[in-house]
Nanobody
Framework: VQLQASGGGLVQAGGSLRLSCTASGRDVNTWAMGWFRQGPGLERDFVAQIDSSGDWPFYADSVKGRFTISRDNAKNTVYLQMNNLKTEDTAVYYC?????????????WGQGTQVTVSS
């Protein structure tokens, strides 16, 4: 399975971005997918995950109410809509996919996309 993440960029605090992650190599419709991030000098942390049906999203407390994870199984793609971005959201964002669950970490990782939030 290969995961290709995109959608990162530079945005001002309070702004929005939408990240996408598309899987190839096999159908991941029955897999859990999620997002993690690694800020400068920090360890990689969990951000959000979603089950195969898309009905049960789960978020880290730091992004709850601001970020929304969703998926389009017809496109083998997971999204992360990020609103009201803060400078502390600056990080490289990685998507992950796993046949069961993405926590504590998924079996497959994307290459990462940089998100920079300026003040």
């Amino acid at each position: 399975v290969q995961l290709q993440a995109s959608g990162g960029g530079l945005v001002q605090a309070g702004g929005s971005l939408r990240l996408s992650c598309t899987a190839s190599g096999r159908d991941v419709n029955t897999w859990a997918m999620g997002w993690f991030r690694q800020g400068p000098g920090l360890e990689r942390d969990f951000v959000a995950q979603i089950d195969s049906s898309g009905d049960w999203p789960f978020y880290a407390d730091s992004v709850k109410g601001r970020f929304t994870i969703s998926r389009d199984n017809a496109k083998n793609t997971v999204y992360l809509q990020m609103n009201n971005l803060k400078t502390e959201d600056t990080a490289v964002y990685y998507c992950g996919a796993d046949p069961a669950r993405v926590l504590p970490e998924p079996d497959y990782w994307g290459q990462g996309t940089q998100v920079t939030v300026s003040s």
